[in-house]
């Protein structure tokens, strides 16, 4: 059983900075690719990803002011986002799959975290 917890979100005004983590516990040989995705008033959609060897991708919308890494030592991933802007704001979910394709992982979830972004 994997499991995957996010942390880190909260409120934060727009030109700030934040930064979310999800620590994965469990059988985790069984995840490679990771990614963030997230969810506002419709759906879910991917933000960023990366494999285990370092491979990223992002969503044009965050492509600069987010970055996406990982470290496997620790099981964890983060979400650095700098400049956030309002339209950011949504529940932010972390996700993992056992393949290394970066464009949808989706095998395991993690519960979510709110990220507000006030102007």
């Known amino acids: 059983q994997v499991q995957l917890v996010e942390s880190g979100g909260g409120s934060v005004q727009a030109g700030g900075s934040l930064s979310l983590s999800c620590a994965a516990s469990?059988?985790?040989?069984?995840?490679?690719?990771m990614g963030w995705y997230r969810q506002a008033a419709g759906m879910r959609v991917l933000v960023a990803s990366i494999?285990?060897?370092?491979?990223?991708y992002y969503a044009d919308s965050v492509k600069g002011p987010f970055t996406i890494s990982r470290d496997n030592a620790k099981r964890t991933v983060y979400l650095q986002m700098n400049s956030p802007k309002p339209e950011d704001t949504a529940v932010y979910y972390c996700?993992?799959?056992?393949?290394?394709?970066?464009?949808?992982?989706?095998?395991?979830w993690g519960r979510g975290t709110q990220v507000t972004v006030s102007s």
């Open positions: 494999s285990n060897s370092g491979r990223t």
């Open positions: 469990g059988i985790i040989v069984n995840i490679n690719a």
């Open positions: 996700a993992g799959d056992r393949t290394n394709l970066l464009g949808h992982p989706d095998d395991y």
